[in-house]
């Protein structure tokens, strides 16, 4: 089970981190990732990490402003996001998967999801 939470009300400009909670033993056999919808829009890959962590990929919409984490002894995965922009509101989920990729097709385990707006 995962467990999105960090959403909220940001300024454009402003940081946030997301977090996400793996209920489980096995956290560290999976590679993580996170996606965001956006209302109205198709679901969009944001940024995935390997088991150890030792390898991440970002969409190009979050290259270089977010950064993606994880804490095996804690089950937990994180983003950070900075300089984030009104186009970054979305919600955003977590997910599982036994592979590196960005096809969210390949996850076999997603969080619920948490509410990002980026507003003044």
């Known amino acids: 089970q995962l467990q999105a939470s960090g959403g909220g009300l940001v300024q454009p400009g402003g940081s946030l981190r997301l977090s996400c909670a793996a209920s489980g033993r096995t956290f560290s056999s999976y590679a993580m990732g996170w996606f965001r919808q956006a209302p109205g829009k198709e679901r969009e890959f944001v940024a995935t990490?390997?088991?150890?962590?030792?390898?991440?990929y970002y969409g190009d919409s979050v290259k270089g402003r977010f950064t993606i984490s994880r804490d095996n002894a804690k089950n937990a995965v994180y983003v950070q996001m900075n300089s984030v922009k009104p186009e970054d509101t979305a919600v955003y989920y977590c997910?599982?998967?036994?592979?590196?990729?960005?096809?969210?097709?390949?996850?076999?385990?997603w969080g619920q999801g948490t509410l990002v707006t980026v507003s003044s």
């Open positions: 997910a599982a998967s036994q592979w590196t990729t960005t096809d969210p097709v390949r996850y076999d385990y």
């Open positions: 990490i390997s088991r150890g962590g030792g390898l991440t």
